[in-house]
């Protein structure tokens, strides 16, 4: 029987998981089953999410923690976390324990200004460009209107429209290069639909445009997150040599996009696990992140170290452009939990708090790496898992989990450990 099917998103969602267990899988009873026992108990709920995009047939559960005791700009906050990987949440509340003694985090948000462009193809006089676009400018703005006036009533809106000329790169290409304030919404729909509507009242019989979409590029949507503090006051036995380390460390993540890519995975850890939990979108930041990461024309570490006159100081500037009204913030009830337990945030606050997650997972990655390893901690946190796999019943997960803790946890190791229970019972 054929694989391709024909009007497959009109069919129920009952419909849609016997066709799928069909053709793709051998037992299809036991398939089914653990595709509907995802699916949520309360029916209300369930077609809330079954709503959210097409073609669902269950949920895909990803575990929703919390890291205590950050305090940043001297405001205790607990921070929702989403995310599979097991040491990530343990290694945030660490670290925000560390530095809620130590003055805590300090943030500020540089700017917010978001982009977006209308990309065009013009073959004439460049001159008669210009004109026609100054000719054209207000017009512009007031094509906008009905869609602008209730963001302008929040304090934001269109900030300018500037005329590109990008045809050194690309023959005949120009663009339409405007930037916003979208307050505490992260705005794509609002300024996809700008965009629409200017590359309607822009074009003539000699432009022709070929789309109107924002970018996910934020360079002047940036926020900046610091820890500070005697180099005394770092834990260890040996202070100075810690924070020499450490600032190697970051030196080389610097200079060196093999160590710099995995540098700043460890700090997307922290970020994309409270945007997720927040209903933002992760991907629109990944990307935006590392571009700028890659500004200079080198990918290199977003995170930056001083150790000069007894001071240890430690810092990331990033893009993020978040919301916190708006889309799966206000449908979610998980991200309109998160936000509450963040005290209702605005935007610019959730930037300041995303960062520091960011920046606080980097500083618990790093101080790892320079001085027990980074397999110590989380191979601890993986050992359930690995016990999980090989399914250990819980007197054999205690036992494995008190032998591990004067011990190295390696796959091969707990492995061994757990035939060696079986096979003495």
């Known amino acids: 029987m054929s694989k391709i099917i024909s009007g497959f998103s009109k069919r129920t969602k009952e419909e849609k998981i016997n066709w799928l ?28 999410h079954d709503d959210f995009i097409e073609n669902t047939i269950s949920n895909f559960y990803l575990p929703y923690g919390v890291a205590p005791n950050f305090i940043i700009n001297n405001k205790a906050y607990v921070i929702p976390m989403v995310i599979e990987e097991s040491s990530v949440v343990a290694a945030a509340s660490l670290v925000a324990k560390f530095w809620s003694t130590r003055g805590g985090f ?25 004109q026609y676009f ?14 602008t006036k209730n963001m302008e009533k929040r304090g934001g809106g269109i900030l300018d429209i500037e005329l590109i000329d990008k045809t050194e790169k690309l023959a ?21 639909s700008c965009l629409e509507a200017i590359a309607k009242e822009f074009r003539n019989n000699e432009i022709e445009i070929v789309m109107s979409i924002l970018s996910n590029y934020v360079p002047e949507c940036l926020v900046r997150a610091e820890v500070s503090c005697t180099i005394e006051e770092l834990d260890g036995d040996a202070p100075q040599k810690f924070a020499e380390k450490f600032y190697q460390a970051v030196q080389i993540a610097s200079i060196e996009p093999y160590r710099a890519v995995t540098h700043n995975k460890g700090i997307m850890n922290g970020i994309d696990a409270v945007v997720l939990a927040t209903g933002n979108d992760f991907r629109a930041v990944e990307a935006g992140v590392h ?34 009204v708006g ?16 005290q209702q945030p605005s935007a610019r606050e959730l930037m300041m708090i995303v ?37 250990a019943n819980d007197a054999e997960k205690k036992e494995i989990a008190r032998y591990f803790e004067q011990q190295t946890v390696t796959h091969s190791a707990v492995v061994a450990k757990f035939n060696e229970l079986r096979n003495n019972n």
């Open 21 to 48: 267990a069909t053709h793709y899988f051998a037992n299809q009873p036991e398939i089914i089953a653990i595709i509907k026992q995802y699916w949520n108990s309360d029916d209300a709920l369930q077609q809330l």
């Open 106 to 130: 300090k943030a500020e948000v540089i700017s917010t200004t978001k982009i977006g462009q209308v990309h065009f193809i013009y073959k004439g006089d460049e001159n008669e460009l210009t």
């Open 134 to 147: 100054n000719s054209k400018k207000e017009l512009l703005k007031l094509a906008t209107a009905s869609i």
């Open 172 to 192: 005949h290409y120009y663009q339409l290069h405007i930037t916003f304030e979208t307050v505490d919404s992260m705005g794509a729909n609002f300024i996809n």
């Open 291 to 324: 571009a700028y990461a890659s500004r200079s024309g080198h990918y290199t570490s977003l995170t930056h170290c001083d150790i000069s006159n007894g001071v240890f100081r430690f810092w990331i500037e990033v893009p993020l452009a978040l919301g916190t």
């Open 327 to 342: 889309g799966l913030t206000s449908l979610h009830p998980l991200a309109k939990l998160s936000l509450e337990m963040l």
């Open 355 to 391: 960062a520091t997650a960011g920046l606080a997972q980097n500083f618990g990655a790093l101080r790892a790496l320079t001085t027990l390893g980074i397999q110590h901690g989380h191979m601890k946190m993986h050992l359930m898992n690995i016990l999980h796999q090989l399914g």
